[in-house]
């Protein structure tokens, strides 16, 4: 496979949050927000328990375009880095990866907190931390 080629994921589900525009990762810090998995893959989910970490990696459905120096969380007071030193959903391939607590698992939905992804946003896979 050459680096041009198309690589094409399926969600494996969605987030629902209150989280419906951008906003500093510090308003996330200890939100709730449900991870609807798709019901077919819900036997995946098996051995995930409540108070443990979860990496949660997702489309940033929102994003367009990147530059690849930015001013950290957009603050341009700060210096610019390179993209690939950020947490920017502004990024070539726009997509986001949170370390969250698992709540509670109820069927195929996950219940967490502080996860940085806004309401819709497709989940690509779930990893333990």
């Known amino acids: 496979m050459s680096m041009n080629e198309g690589i094409v994921y399926r969600p494996i589900g969605r987030v629902e949050n209150a989280f419906?525009?951008?906003?500093?990762?510090?308003?996330?810090?200890?939100?709730?927000?449900?991870?609807?998995?798709?019901?077919?893959?819900?036997?995946?989910?098996?051995?995930l328990e409540p108070g443990s970490q979860v990496m949660v990696i997702f489309h940033c459905h929102r994003s367009q375009g990147y530059e690849l120096r930015q001013h950290p969380r957009a603050d341009p007071e700060r210096p610019k880095r390179g993209v690939f030193a950020l947490h920017s959903p502004r990024r070539p391939n726009p997509i986001g990866i949170s370390t969250v607590e698992l709540v509670a698992v109820a069927g195929n939905v996950l219940t967490v907190r502080d996860l940085d992804a806004l309401d819709g946003s497709p989940v690509l896979d779930l990893k333990p931390a």
Not at 22 to 44: E, K, N
């Open 20 to 47: 419906r525009e951008p906003a500093p990762p510090q308003t996330f810090a200890g939100s709730s927000s449900r991870i609807v998995v798709d019901p077919a893959l819900a036997a995946g989910l098996e051995g």
